[in-house]
């Protein structure tokens, strides 16, 4: 090969690999960092591509994107010396503008969170668990949310100048001791008999009521019933008291009764003879007179 051919083509090499050298591009949501023979930059290099940068770099571009840690069977003992258990989860990122200083001082995200994020987590559920008095408290909404906020200001105090942003704080799960978690399920127990009880007493209560209502309108139809035949019954005995008035002094009514009432004896099979005194005014049946005559003869 012609020298300077080769010559030419060794310096083309040299230049694109030199050219790659001064040449670097941060991905997408990250954020570079430099290190120099060793020494890490204080520059950081936000995403996308960066020319030229002195070829002696070496590059660590740490993902700034938001992530999640999950923290399961945190042990949290409280005043009354019970142990729960807590599972967690943090929302949080890495603080792109102190890069550098993770990369120098901690190494990487994985670092981070095993250096400071899940030890002063543990460390604070353990500290805060003793400010609770007792392990059932956990299960009082305000008890929860008073907890959470706590340990929510307290890690972002802490993790702040470590280069750890905390978006929230979020309690999945509080695990009672299993013996105050059954004397817990046994006092629902009660309250839920207690409450089926009191609804078959508010159920038998009703019916009585309304028996009580029922029993109350039929005495009411009763009384009105009772009334009313009282008033039929006035109103008939002074029908009676009025037509006997009027016909006390009428002989033809007094002679039509007799009439009456001879008719109805004759139609009486014990009876034998009977006679009618044809000289009163008002004649009337003499019973049996018969029977009366033939006892006198003997």
Avoid at 111 to 121: A, D, G, M, S, Y
Avoid at 150 to 156: F, G, K, N, P, Q
Wanted: with cysteine.
């Amino acid at each position: 090969m012609n020298p300077k051919l080769a010559s030419i083509a060794i310096g083309v090499l040299v230049l694109i690999l030199f050219g790659q050298r001064c040449y670097h591009s941060v991905p997408a949501g990250h954020v570079g960092v430099a290190v120099l023979l060793g020494q890490v930059q204080d520059q950081t290099f936000p995403e996308g591509p960066h020319f030229p940068v002195n070829p002696l770099y070496s590059w660590r571009d740490l993902d700034a994107r938001q992530d999640s840690f999950k923290i399961s069977q945190l042990e949290m003992p409280t005043r009354d010396q019970l142990l729960s258990k807590v599972d967690l989860s943090i929302q949080w990122r890495l603080d792109a503008s102190r890069a550098a200083e993770i990369v120098r001082d901690t190494g990487d995200k994985e670092r981070l969170v095993q250096v400071h994020l899940h030890p002063k987590t543990r460390s604070l559920i353990r500290e805060l668990g003793t400010t609770i008095e007792r392990a059932e408290d956990l299960f009082r909404d305000e008890v929860r949310e008073k907890l959470s906020a706590e340990l929510d200001r307290r890690l972002r105090e802490y993790v702040a100048s470590k280069g750890i942003l905390v978006d929230s704080v979020l309690l999945r799960n509080i695990n009672l001791p299993p013996v105050l978690a059954e004397a817990i399920s046994r006092k629902k127990e009660r309250e839920q008999e207690v409450e089926r009880q009191r609804a078959e007493l508010e159920r038998i209560k009703l019916e009585q009521e309304q028996q009580v209502a029922q029993a109350e309108a039929s005495r009411r139809a009763a009384e009105e019933d009772a009334k009313r035949l009282r008033i039929l019954a006035d109103a008939k005995a002074y029908e009676i008291a009025t037509i006997n008035k009027a016909a006390s002094g009428n002989p033809a009514y007094i002679q039509l009764q007799s009439l009456e009432a001879l008719k109805k004896m004759a139609e009486d099979p014990a009876a034998k003879l009977y006679f009618i005194d044809g000289d009163s005014r008002t004649p009337l049946p003499l019973l049996h007179m018969g029977d009366a005559a033939g006892a006198s003869r003997r």
